[in-house]
């Protein structure tokens, strides 16, 4: 098998740069059956998803870079609400909810391309509440890889919906074989 | 826990009509390291699975379809060759395949309308070569249930690049624990 590639930040940004407009093609104007309904008892929506993105580019990914440049592994990051978006995204439409994702990931990109970062910043050194030190670089590549969580989050929770429609056809859906691993 | 919704065929369209456009979003321009890498030996990267859904669109679902409505469960579907897109890909660029999806999905569509489908057609019966009697309706519902069982497969394959470069983060990124399940 191949080794897997070194962390790169303008592959990095790729990803970054395209999910809203991702999400936005794939979400706006769906029928409530896709963005609405949820697995059961205390998961999460295509809604409530799209409110979780917003929380990050609000409180997580961009704020925690910067408290490692500036405070390195002094300062713990501030612990990220995984609950937030049940608040935040009340009373508020999914078009809403996808031109404000847009809109916070274009602003914490310039805000990143602003920093100008070298080669030797992204391995400074950071402190994560609850996984320890971390570096700056571990932190971009988990911005990235968090929205392809929650892209393999969103399909499987859409999917499901169709979970009884698909009869027999279950069987070979490996969608409808994903247990969730939490997000 | 909320019943799951009924196979509703403009419901199934919504999804069949935006999954194109969403791969384009998503995958054209990419670095390599996302389109073209897989997850190990006989895995699929992006770029195969574009290729997969474009064999599904010429020879899987209108024409089993059509067996349906024109034979019933007398003539069993052809079976589908799920590796058909490493022969049929080669030498192709990403953004071919993305533009001969769309195109094709398009046209199936529009076929798929043509057909002015009633309720009671939805219950009509076929045969699949190892599953047995299928209806109409879970066929549809196959279809769009597919499109996001390769999202799903999208998003855990590109995820996959960054499981070292995300360092101790890996432990929260829910798609970097998942198996699989065959596809």
Redesign the interface.
């Known amino acids: 098998?191949?080794p897997?590639?070194?962390?790169?930040l303008?592959?990095?940004t790729?990803?970054l740069t395209?999910?809203p407009?991702?999400m936005?093609?794939?979400l706006r104007?769906?029928?409530d059956?896709?963005v609405r309904?949820n697995e059961?008892?205390n998961t999460w929506s295509a809604f409530d998803i799209i409110g979780h993105l917003i929380f990050g580019e609000r409180t997580d990914w961009m704020p925690r870079a910067r408290t490692i440049l500036e405070h390195g592994e002094a300062r713990p990051f501030d612990p990220f609400d995984r609950f937030a978006q049940f608040k935040e995204s009340q009373g508020k439409s999914l078009d809403q909810l996808l031109d404000e994702f847009a809109r916070l990931r274009k602003e914490n990109l310039a805000a990143l391309d602003a920093l100008k970062l070298q080669p030797e910043d992204l391995s400074r050194r950071g402190t994560?509440p609850a996984?320890?030190v971390?570096?700056l670089?571990?932190?971009l590549?988990?911005w990235?890889?968090?929205d392809?969580?929650h892209?393999?989050?969103?399909?499987?929770v859409?999917?499901?919906?169709?979970?009884?429609?698909?009869?027999?056809?279950s069987?070979?859906?490996?969608?409808?074989?994903?247990a969730?691993?939490?997000?």
Not at 171 to 178: E, R
């Open positions: 098998m191949a897997l590639p070194e962390f790169n303008a592959e990095a790729a990803i395209r999910t407009a991702t936005d093609t794939f104007g769906l029928p059956t896709w309904r059961g008892n994560h996984l320890g971390v570096t670089s571990e932190l590549a988990t990235a890889a968090h392809l969580t892209l393999h989050q969103l399909s499987r859409m999917a499901h919906q169709y979970r009884d429609s698909v009869g027999p056809w069987a070979y859906l490996g969608v409808l074989h994903c969730g691993h939490g997000a």
